[in-house]
């Protein structure tokens, strides 16, 4: 279903683009933003949600205001945040009563962790498809500062090939500074996730990352629910 929302910007409110999907009765809802040279509708994203939708998931795939207006370069990143705070208000409008998280392909992945860090969103956790560390070839400007401030669990899925990631040890530093974060590598994997001598659609790249995702959300979300249920026992008398 092809849609919209509003955001409400410094210099006044916008609609962007955007689809939320879901199954007949989804055990949970993940908002999607693309990465900065795409929008919403590039295959590697459809792809991604499709596989996340035939786990259970209702999905909302949006454009960042600055696609929308049909500019190539990202805008402020606080027009970011204000998205990311309008998609998940409306994620869970449209999905109420199922645990909802964020994910993004590198500065969408990006832009959720600092509407976190700020306490702008309060997913039940993160996932970066491709998180950039730093530009390539420029390891010394890194993009980690605010990760410590996240407080929901942040999932890592990282090529091991991807020049927005080299050297690794700086991510693994990362993850370690993180209050609750793991990696999952991509053997061979760009920053597109593409293998060398591996030509795939990137569609099915995209739909390819599922498993591993709804795998560690899956486990995140028994992992709370126990703590949940240990919070909640009677005391013994």
Known sequence: MTEGFTVALPTGEVTVSAAFETPADPWAAMAIAH????????????????????AGMATLRFNFPYVEAGR????????AVATWRA???ALRAQAPGVPVWAAGKSYGGRMASMAAAEGEIAPAGLVYLGYP????GQPEKLRVAHLPDVAPPQLFVEGTND??????????????????AAVHWVDGGNHSFEVKGRKRPADEVGEGLADVVVAWLRARSAAAEMRRSAGMRMPEY
């Open 133 to 136: 560390l730093h530009p390539p």
């Open 87 to 89: 998609a998940d208000a």
């Open 72 to 79: 190539r370069m990202p805008g402020p990143a606080a027009h």
């Open 163 to 180: 020049p927005f990631v080299d050297p690794h040890a700086q991510l693994d530093d990362a993850v370690a500074s993180c209050r609750d």
């Open 35 to 54: 990465g900065a040279g795409a929008g919403y509708s590039h295959p590697f994203l459809v792809g991604f949600a499709r596989g996340v939708r035939a």
